[in-house]
């Protein structure tokens, strides 16, 4: 219930009886263009992208429409069509953008894999850490076992891997353990393929199994790294509520 004050008004009310704590909603088409502007300052050519494509999809329907001797009809029914293109089309370049702005950070992979809502729990600090190099391992767990994330460069970073791989084992012996690289080298994964690639694991582990595992790894603790604020690639799509508004 709301606190009410001496003179029988709420706190947060107003003359015409409506709070001014609850901040205004915040329309789809602004959404839409906080993306478009962010897409573009890493994008610039999302602009001409989009445009082509309302016009080829639009010139398409006049095409279609001439051929069969009804040009207005399917020049109106094209329009939504290139609209839900361009958005369609908005949406993976602000993925691709969202993670362009993080690549090479510290931390990365785990912001990257906080798209991840649910089945897997990761260490947001590196379980293996050089301050010279800034190369770094971080750990995660879920039904298909232990998976270790690398970022750096697969040579160098290979003593590190290996003796997180020692470390788990001791607790977590024969439990699955999956390496995965972050890079752009042969034979790693891009940042953006990261999620994807995880979530394709099968699992190999019962909820009871993976629940006691949990809790020895978190038993061997973490080191301490700031983690980058970088782009949410999932909050960068204008979802389909928003295009709906709110």
């Known amino acids: 219930m709301a606190r009410t004050s001496t003179n029988g008004n709420t706190p947060a ?9 609850t901040p205004p909603k915040q329309r789809w088409y602004k959404q839409v263009w906080q993306v478009y502007k962010m897409t573009a300052e890493t994008d610039p050519a999302v602009t001409w992208w989009m445009v082509g494509t309302v016009v080829g999809i639009i010139a398409l329907g006049v095409i279609i429409g001439s051929l069969v001797h009804n040009v207005v009809y399917f020049t109106v029914l094209a329009v939504p069509f290139a609209l839900l293109a361009a958005m369609f089309l908005l949406t993976r370049r602000a993925e691709t953008a969202a993670y362009r702005r993080i690549e090479g950070q510290p931390g990365a992979s785990i912001s990257a894999l906080s ?19 800034q190369d770094a391992v971080f750990r995660g767990i879920g039904r298909p076992g232990i998976v270790i994330i690398s970022e750096g460069p697969a040579a ?14 001791r607790v977590a012996s024969g439990v699955p353990i999956t390496v995965i690289q972050v890079g752009n080298d042969e034979g790693q994964t891009p940042l953006r393929q990261l999620p994807r690639k995880v979530q394709r694991l099968k699992p190999q582990l019962t909820k009871a ?13 973490t080191m301490k790294l700031p983690i980058p604020k970088g782009i949410d690639p999932m909050k960068a799509r204008p979802d389909r509520k928003g295009a709906r508004g709110r």
């Open 156 to 169: 160098r970073v290979a003593k590190l891997v290996d003796a997180e791989r020692k470390k788990v084992s």
């Open 115 to 133: 798209t991840i809502r649910k089945g897997w729990t990761f260490q947001q600090e590196p379980v293996q850490f050089d301050a010279r190099t």
């Open 13 to 21: 009310s107003s003359g015409k009886g409506k709070s001014t704590d």
């Open 209 to 221: 199994e993976l629940a006691v595992i949990d809790k020895r790894l978190t038993a061997l603790g």
